[in-house]
């Protein structure tokens, strides 16, 4: 069986500060991890993904995030964020398991 | 590219009304699936479809059927609609690995009263 907790529902940062959005999850089998976007009205859309290989994912806009299999986490983080990257961001194990999701806002 | 094209955008449905949610996708992918979003759950697969032929029940399937009409079209349809249906409804398509990503419709945002 696999699932997915994401450990805030939402996350308050000032635009340029740093920000990290935290995932767990727990599968008996390989994994694969992604990170979804999704903004106002729109459906979700691809941020990153881990397959295998380096343990260290790049993604679009400037996000990254990091699979740590001892941990069984894939936490997303991103430097210095903007005002346009608020909105809700889900974190998913293969095709059919989803976090609750994290809604970031992004404060001027 | 269109993508992956659902209709319609919105629907309000009254209880024990029926109606069915389309969907098609122009990026022949193998793979399509339907999933409802509900605050604070996320979302969860209703059901999907491996490939054209097939289907098979997700986590939530209790009240929808589907059908595989082609390769690229694939519908949720409620038979009779109950006010706990009420909700946004996602679907996507992936490619044939099953580690290609998601793409994922604009959603269709039902109301049963």
């Known amino acids: 069986a696999q699932s997915v907790t994401q450990l805030d529902s939402q996350v308050p940062v000032f635009e340029e500060a740093p920000v990290e959005l935290r995932c767990n999850y727990s599968?008996?089998?390989?994994?694969?991890l992604f990170w979804y976007v999704q903004y106002p009205n729109q459906g979700l859309q691809l941020l990153l993904k881990?397959?295998?290989?380096?343990?260290l994912v790049k993604g679009i806009n400037g996000f990254e995030a990091e699979f740590n299999k001892s941990q069984t986490s894939f936490h997303l983080r991103k430097p210095s964020v903007h005002i346009s990257d608020t909105a809700e961001y889900f974190c998913?194990?293969?095709?059919?398991?989803f976090g609750a999701g994290t809604r970031l806002t992004v404060k001027p | 590219n269109a993508g992956v094209t659902q209709t319609p955008k919105f629907q309000v449905l009254k209880t024990g009304q029926s109606m069915t949610l389309q969907c098609a996708q122009d990026?022949?992918?193998?793979?399509m699936y339907w999933y409802r979003q509900d605050p604070g759950m996320g979302l969860r697969l209703i059901y999907y479809?491996?490939?054209?032929?097939?289907?098979d029940k997700g986590e939530v399937p209790n009240g929808y059927n589907v059908s595989r009409l082609n390769k690229r079209e694939f519908s949720l349809r409620l038979e009779s609609a109950a006010p706990s249906q009420t909700s946004v409804y996602f679907c996507?398509?992936?490619?044939?690995?099953?580690?290609?990503?998601?793409?994922f419709g604009n959603g269709t945002r039902l109301t049963v009263t």
């Open positions: 990026m022949n992918h193998n793979s």
């Open positions: 996507a398509s992936s490619g044939y690995s099953y580690n290609s990503p998601l793409h």
């Open positions: 881990y397959l295998s290989g380096s343990t």
């Open positions: 998913a194990v293969s095709l059919t398991r």
């Open positions: 479809s491996a490939s054209e032929g097939t289907t």
């Open positions: 599968s008996s089998v390989s994994v694969y």
